[in-house]
């Protein structure tokens, strides 16, 4: 007797918004036993990974400031994938979003009292990220290029080139030979609020989904992102270019991820190194996802991944964890997540039956 997969004919419309919290629980249970598998006191494990991070003011500010990137690349990266365009790049958008900002603090370096230079940094690290999108997009529309490949492919040649200008040319000159540039002066840094590490980039990147949720609900752009991923056909019919919403999605995730390059550099870090982030540009897929590509709901999705990184620096101080946990909790909550949309979605049935939650079969045409 074969087994088969078969579509649900219906399907509550709450399913979608009670997947994430049942991944997030599922995350924690299999955690629990991985973590007692490895060695690891469950219950105090647990408790530094998931709890501790919330229980004082610092690291609540700490918990904003590595959110606030995922928040602001996983909006971009969502809109995209209502349109079925898959950039998976946004770690390489991010970097050269570094760098052109890095560019631009270290060529007026001298001059610490412009007040211009902030903003020209945050304009080149867009141009920079959206450059750098610009790549699998061209290839896409252009000659059909899967965009996923190129994007992919691009986030190395990025980092390499960072790695070459603060080994080579961008080298601090006075650094005792590290791999950094100039530490950036204070017309070239964000400015931290109430004593804390979090900057006025971290403010704005939370206030992204919430422009992005008005402009998709509300304007005519929106609608054509979402009728071009539903419906390719439908929209070409309407008049709809899925060419010009390649472009125009492609150009947004890179220049948002370019962004969060610059906060990150003329932030918490303050100079160019080898390795900016631990890997942003990456998890706000995961952030994408577990808020439903939704703007709104990437928000508090964006926050209980940061708290993830917060958790697992937490669980390695106070038990020994390994960092590379972090990692593991983190593809956890995907697996989960995906396995429990699959379920939502999806049944296992029997050939040879049927049953009222299956779509039935359509008939074939008689043979003429």
Same mark, same amino acid.
């Given at each position: 007797? @074969?087994?088969?997969?078969?579509?649900?004919?219906?399907?509550?419309?709450?399913?979608?918004?009670?997947?994430?919290?049942?991944?997030?629980?599922?995350?924690?249970?299999?955690?629990?036993?991985?973590?007692?598998?490895?060695?690891?006191?469950?219950?105090?494990?647990?408790?530094?990974?998931?709890?501790?991070?919330?229980?004082?003011?610092?690291?609540?500010? %700490?918990?904003?400031?590595?959110?606030?990137?995922?928040?602001?690349?996983?909006?971009?990266?969502?809109?995209?994938?209502?349109?079925?365009?898959?950039?998976?790049?946004?770690?390489?958008?991010?970097?050269?979003?570094?760098?052109?900002?890095?560019?631009?603090?270290?060529?007026?370096?001298?001059?610490?009292?412009? @007040?211009?230079?902030?903003?020209?940094?945050?304009?080149?690290?867009?141009?920079?990220?959206?450059?750098?999108?610009?790549?699998?997009? +061209?290839?896409?529309?252009?000659?059909?290029?899967? %965009?996923?490949?190129?994007?992919?492919?691009?986030?190395?040649?990025?980092?390499l080139t960072l790695t070459s200008?603060?080994?080579?040319?961008?080298?601090?000159?006075?650094?005792?030979?590290?791999?950094?540039?100039?530490?950036?002066?204070? =017309?070239?840094?964000?400015?931290?609020?109430?004593?804390?590490?979090?900057?006025?980039?971290?403010?704005?990147?939370?206030?992204?989904?919430?422009?992005?949720?008005?402009?998709?609900?509300?304007?005519?752009?929106?609608?054509?992102?979402?009728?071009?991923?539903?419906?390719?056909?439908? =929209?070409?019919?309407?008049?709809?270019?899925?060419? @010009?919403?390649?472009?125009?999605?492609?150009?947004?995730?890179?220049?948002?991820?370019?962004?969060?390059?610059? +906060?990150?550099?003329?932030?918490?870090?303050?100079?160019?190194?080898?390795?900016?982030?631990?890997?942003?540009? +990456?998890?706000?897929?995961?952030?994408?996802?577990?808020?439903?590509?939704?703007?709104?709901?990437?928000?508090?999705? *964006?926050?209980?991944?940061?708290?993830?990184?917060?958790?697992?620096?937490?669980?390695?101080?106070?038990?020994?964890?390994? @960092?590379? =946990?972090?990692?593991?909790?983190?593809?956890?909550?995907?697996f989960f997540l995906l396995a429990s949309d699959f379920v939502a979605?999806?049944?296992?049935?029997?050939? *040879?039956?049927?049953?009222?939650?299956?779509?039935?079969?359509?008939?074939?045409?008689?043979?003429?």
């Amino acid at each position: 007797m @074969r087994i088969r997969i078969e579509s649900r004919r219906s399907a509550s419309r709450l399913l979608p918004w009670i997947t994430p919290p049942f991944a997030v629980a599922a995350t924690v249970v299999a955690s629990a036993v991985v973590f007692a598998a490895m060695g690891y006191a469950p219950a105090r494990t647990l408790f530094a990974f998931f709890v501790a991070p919330l229980l004082s003011v610092q690291s609540l500010a %700490e918990l904003a400031l590595k959110a606030g990137p995922l928040v602001m690349i996983a909006a971009g990266l969502a809109t995209g994938f209502r349109a079925n365009v898959w950039n998976i790049g946004a770690e390489g958008q991010l970097t050269m979003g570094a760098i052109a900002a890095g560019g631009v603090a270290l060529a007026f370096w001298d001059d610490d009292t412009a @007040r211009w230079i902030l903003p020209a940094m945050c304009v080149a690290a867009v141009l920079g990220g959206m450059v750098w999108a610009a790549i699998p997009a +061209f290839l896409k529309t252009r000659f059909g290029v899967n %965009e996923i490949l190129t994007s992919l492919m691009l986030t190395y040649v990025a980092s390499l080139t960072l790695t070459s200008l603060v080994f080579g040319p961008w080298k601090d000159p006075e650094g005792f030979n590290f791999p950094q540039s100039r530490m950036f002066n204070d =017309a070239e840094t964000l400015p931290a609020v109430a004593g804390t590490r979090v900057t006025i980039g971290t403010i704005l990147s939370f206030l992204v989904p919430l422009g992005l949720w008005v402009v998709t609900r509300y304007s005519i752009v929106g609608f054509e992102i979402k009728a071009v991923g539903l419906a390719p056909a439908a =929209a070409r019919y309407a008049g709809f270019s899925e060419s @010009r919403t390649v472009w125009l999605v492609l150009l947004l995730g890179g220049g948002l991820a370019g962004l969060a390059g610059a +906060f990150e550099v003329a932030g918490p870090i303050g100079q160019l190194i080898p390795q900016i982030t631990p890997g942003y540009g +990456f998890t706000a897929i995961i952030v994408a996802f577990l808020g439903r590509l939704h703007p709104l709901g990437i928000i508090p999705a *964006g926050l209980l991944v940061a708290l993830s990184y917060l958790g697992g620096e937490a669980a390695q101080v106070d038990t020994g964890l390994p @960092r590379a =946990a972090t990692g593991l909790v983190q593809g956890m909550l995907l697996f989960f997540l995906l396995a429990s949309d699959f379920v939502a979605r999806y049944r296992l049935a029997f050939a *040879g039956t049927h049953s009222a939650d299956v779509r039935p079969a359509r008939p074939k045409a008689a043979a003429t």
